[in-house]
């Protein structure tokens, strides 16, 4: 048995990539996204995933208003936007969609900026929130889910994406 860093040993559980959005998708100012890893499903039936979203985020204030958000599941096609602009720039300094040269569209079920460019995409009605530590673990019931692009999905390990070999 070799002992690990606990900081370290938590960098080795694989994590999915995705970005989350919320807000109006029409209203700069009032829309935005990030990119997060801490995310899970949480229950089969009703289908329920949570995210851990530090208080801090812009996304995390649009989310609490709008009572909605989307999961955008992270391939190739997003890879260079997920650690740029929606991993490390703040909605309120700028508008991550128009930085990015994306048009977001309207959400089926959801009030949420919905980008096609992600090869599974979740539309949640926020449920429930915890405060977990230095984040808010936030509970959504997935209301609708569709493919935008057919890529394979990209997990989190170790500070970089792997891909993930099947759908
Ligand atoms: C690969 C990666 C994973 C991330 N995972 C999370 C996460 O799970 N929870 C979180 O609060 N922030 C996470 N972040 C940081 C946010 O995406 C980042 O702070 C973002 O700029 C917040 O934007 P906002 O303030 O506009 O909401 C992650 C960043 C990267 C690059």
Redesign the pocket.
Known sequence: MKDLDIFEALDLIPYP?AIVTAGDPKAVGKR?G??????TRVSWNPPLIG????PT????ELIREYKAFAVHIVSKKLENL??GV???????DID?FSASGIEPIEGRKIKAPIIPLSPVILECEYVDEFRTGD?VFIVGRVVDAYKGIDENPLT?YRGASAEVKSI
Request: net charge positive; aromatic share 22%; glycine share 10%.
């Open positions: 990539l935005g990030m990119t997060v890893a801490w995310l995210v851990a979203i530090a985020r812009f996304t995390y997920a650690y929606f991993g490390s720039r703040s909605g309120r991550k984040h989190f």
